[in-house]
């Protein structure tokens, strides 16, 4: 066999084997379709209690965003019993003094806000 022959052989056999793996593919998506097409989605449950949820805030030299960044987390619609918020500042400018400040606003609020 001349190389041409074997260069195209091999081009071939490499072009039968993906469009065969793409086919397998769909089969299989197909088959999971069929197979859960008669069985609907469940609605989602309510919670009896809302669990305690954690927003960490990184921040790092945000001077300019980090004031609208903490006033819309504080905006959430979640109680506020429920929300913990973390600012972790590692800021080597001003940034620090308004995430104190803020924080200490949100505290007057009833929010739970640690400052690291």
Not at 51 to 63: A, C, G, K, S
Not at 73 to 95: G, K, M, W
Request: hydrophobic share 45%; with cysteine.
């Amino acid at each position: 066999m001349h190389w041409q022959t074997i260069l195209w052989l091999c081009c071939y056999v490499f072009v039968v084997t993906v469009l065969s793996a793409f086919g397998l593919h769909r089969w299989y998506l197909v088959s999971l379709f069929w197979r859960n097409y008669r069985n609907p989605p469940k609605p989602l449950g309510r919670f009896e209690k809302l669990p305690l949820d954690t927003v960490q805030l990184p921040i790092f030299n945000e001077l300019h965003v980090v004031s609208r960044l903490i006033k819309s987390v504080s905006e959430l619609d979640y109680p506020r019993e429920l929300l913990q918020i973390q600012i972790l500042d590692d800021s080597t400018d001003e940034t620090r003094k308004i995430c104190e400040a803020e924080a200490e606003a949100l505290r007057a609020q009833g929010f739970d806000v640690t400052l690291i």
